[in-house]
Structure formats: structure tokens, C-alpha cells
């Protein structure tokens, strides 16, 4: 529907977990490209038009999700992507996923009527970035109706090598880089998605994650990394060409049990919150010998629920080992809803 020089679409803008955004049918927009990308960044906002979309300006809140109908012969429900609106850049990355957003696709699917209400038995999602698959068990009442809050168990099948084909991508457990006539300790695991991970004490040690010289410092080891996977044609131009791959994890010093603390960045900006892919590939890494995260939280880990804090929230992510040790799952719960349904205009 137009109107006045505006595209109308229905829009259910809704949380999942600790991220919100617009999620809609993936047929409401053009083809991916250029024209896809103009009309997300209308309608989630950025630069000067941030006050003018739905969006909320962080890496949590400046998030899209486009849902399609599974291709004929699939053995899928539905297919989805994830966009991240790149903050001030004026570009949106398809490369990766959400974990939390991904929560919130059964039960847009079940509030749109594409699937019945009475539906029994996991929801089936293709996501068509990473080509991964992942089971969505949803929880609701037996009365639901939009708004009210669902509970949704997001197992990712197969998740090593979700995005770069490899969970070492370097071919290493451990690695070492240089930034700013430092080295420095990583790992980088793609597990549902592929992560850098540093030991904050080395990164930090007795300064401020948030001092503006130390994120940059990190995003200069997160160059580093994107160029030696191939993904940038340089470190200093990694933000522009691959702004979200790698997505960085400090690890905190072992804390109690198996609790595991961690702070996490996106797109060059702290995360107060765990992010789901981190605490998913977090679970798959510690059983990885010789990685950072096992080496920091211990001897390689089995199958079994593991909790990630940050400071300010706690997640429990699971792993599910095969009987040779390949990692066959990993999984999470998140509760999601609807907090408004209507049409946005672009």
C-alpha cells in the first residue's frame, strides 16, 4: 500500500531476549540488494534519520528479521534472515545471525497465522545466511494472544562453521595477534557464529572497557583477525567491509562453579547484556582443547548447560556432543513477544 510517496508494511516490532526489532515476511521488501538495504535503514533508522525509524540506535535495538516461506522439498517450516544495521555507516550486514531475535520468528509465525495455533513439535528454521538449521520449541499459553510473552528453546544443529566453514577458521586453537606494537593471546571459533576471543585481563588489565582508546584497541586486534580470515582487505578497513565478523568476547578470570563471565562487543560498541551467539559458541569452545575458553575456564568441558554472565544478565547455553566429541548442538532459551503490530510507512 502507498500513500503519499510512503510504502506501507505490516510490521510486528517485537523483543527477543535483550534485543528488539522490526520482524516481518520477507516478500513485504524488494530482493536482497541495494533497494533492500535503502528500505531497512528507512524503516529501522540510522545517521540523521535514527529518530525517524523504529530502531533504537544500539547493536541490540537496531536489528531487522525477514521471514520467508520454505522452499518446496525442504524439510524446514520457514526461512529467516537476520540484518544488523551498521550504526552511522549507513549499511546493513546479512552476514551473520541473532540468537535473540531468532526466538522471535515461531511465535511471529504463529501470531500472523502461518502456523495453527494447536501446533505440537518443534518449529524448523532455515537461516539463509548461515545455511544453518535450528529447532525453535515454543512455548505458549493455550489461550495466547499478541503481546503476551512466549518461551522459545532454540537449538542450532550443526552450528560449526556456520558462517566462515570451519570452527577454527585459522586452523588453530589459539593465535596470535598484533595490534598497536602489542601481541596478544585470541582464539576465534565459528560456532552459530564466529566469535574473537580475548582474555580481558590482557586487553584491559586495570583500565575502563568503556575508555574510548581501549574499544578502539580492540577493534584494532578485531581487524587484525578479519583480515586473516579473509574477510577485509586490511585491518583498518575492517569495520567497512566486515563490521560484525568477527564479533569479540573478553573473558573474565573463572568465577564460581561453572559460571563463566564475559563482555562482549559489536560493531564497536560494549554489549552490557550476554549475546546469544556468544554464550552458544562459548558452550561449544570450552570443549574445544586448547582453545582460550577452555584453557580459561578449565579442562575441555562435556555436554551439559553452562552459564554465561555479564553485567547485566545471565544466560545458561547448552552443548550436545556426538559420541566422537563433534559438537552436535548447541541451544538456549529466550522469552520473546509482540510489543506492537501495525504498518510502518518507507
Known sequence: MTTGGRHGIEVHVMRGGTSRGPVLLGADLPAAGPQRDSAVLRLVGDGPSLVDGLGGGSPTTAKIVLVYPADPGEDVDFSYQVGNVVIGAGRVDWSGTCGNMTATVPLFALERGLIAQDRRGAVRLRNLSTGGIIECDLSTQADHAPGRPACVRTAYLDPVGAVLGAMLPTGAASDVLEAGGRRVAASIIDISHPYLFLAHDEIVGDGDVGDPAIVAFIEAIRGE??????????????????????????????????DVAITALSMGQVISSVPVTAALCLAGARTIAGTLPSLMTGTAAASGDIVVSSSASTLTAGVELAGNGDIRSVSVSRTTRTIMAGRAWI
Open 225 to 258: 583477525a578479519s583480515y586473516r580470515l579473509g574477510q577485509a582487505p586490511s585491518a583498518a578497513a575492517a569495520m567497512d567491509a566486515s563490521p560484525a565478523v568477527p564479533r569479540v568476547v573478553l573473558l573474565h578470570r573463572q568465577g564460581a562453579g561453572d
